[in-house]
T-cell receptor, first 112, second 115 residues
């Protein structure tokens, strides 16, 4: 079975622009979570969705938003990009009942 | 809220030597515990987990971790490391209660295995 897939792999944006990152979960997984990993740090939780409903939100500004679609794929949107938004954005999917999260390869976002 | 502390940011060790990567956590609710490994320019891979039952859990590639509730620790060990074990290792916890099941990660430990 295919693992979690994310697109694009790499992205370069300018300050003030908007970006959309996409994630497809493992087949059968109904929960998707997003994390931000700044270089040299552990991943930080941004959002979690289950059955298309937001279940959790981390300590990120309102410039960050997300949604989950009927096929359980997800998008993360970031508006008004700042230099500090440069990071690896990781998507993880899970069976809600087991708590185990499986990560995709990430999208490397560079803001210049 | 939960927090995770990984006491060592870098651990160099010679090939075939034993290694221990330390992890302590703090939480007001019961948690599940995980270790993830990250190879350069890749996402995170689940290495092992403690959900319930025996406090000693093992992975298929020789790592083991022991949950110690009184010391709120979940240290990762391997009796003999290989060059291929060189990677960043992250300890994480997930709360058993609440509407979200987010992972809270430590800052990571870079394990470097030397020939």
């Amino acid at each position: 079975d295919a693992g979690v897939t994310q697109s694009p792999t790499h992205l370069i944006k300018t300050r003030g622009q908007h970006v959309t990152l996409r994630c497809s979960p493992i087949s059968g997984h109904k929960s998707v979570s997003w994390y931000q990993q700044v270089l040299g740090q552990g991943p930080q939780f941004i959002f979690q969705y289950y059955e298309k409903e937001e279940r959790g939100r981390g300590n990120f500004p309102d410039r960050f938003s997300a949604r989950q679609f009927p096929n359980y794929s997800s998008e993360l949107n970031v508006n008004a990009l700042l230099l500090g938004d440069s990071a690896l954005y990781l998507c993880a999917s899970s069976l809600w009942e087991t708590y185990e999260q499986y990560f995709g390869p990430g999208t490397r976002l560079t803001v210049t | 809220a939960q927090s995770v502390t990984q006491l060592d940011s870098q651990v160099p060790v010679f090939e075939e030597a034993p290694v221990e990567l330390r992890c302590n956590y703090s939480s007001s609710v019961s948690v599940y515990l995980f270790w993830y490994v990250q190879y350069p320019n890749q996402g995170l891979q689940l290495l092992l987990k403690y959900l319930s039952g025996s406090t000693l859990v093992e992975s298929i590639n020789g790592f083991e971790a022991e949950f110690n509730k009184s010391q709120t620790s979940f240290h990762l060990r391997k009796p003999s490391v290989h060059i291929s074990d060189t990677a960043e290792y992250f300890c994480a916890v997930s709360p058993l209660s609440g509407s979200a099941r987010q992972l809270t990660f430590g800052s990571g430990t870079q394990l470097t295995v030397l020939p």
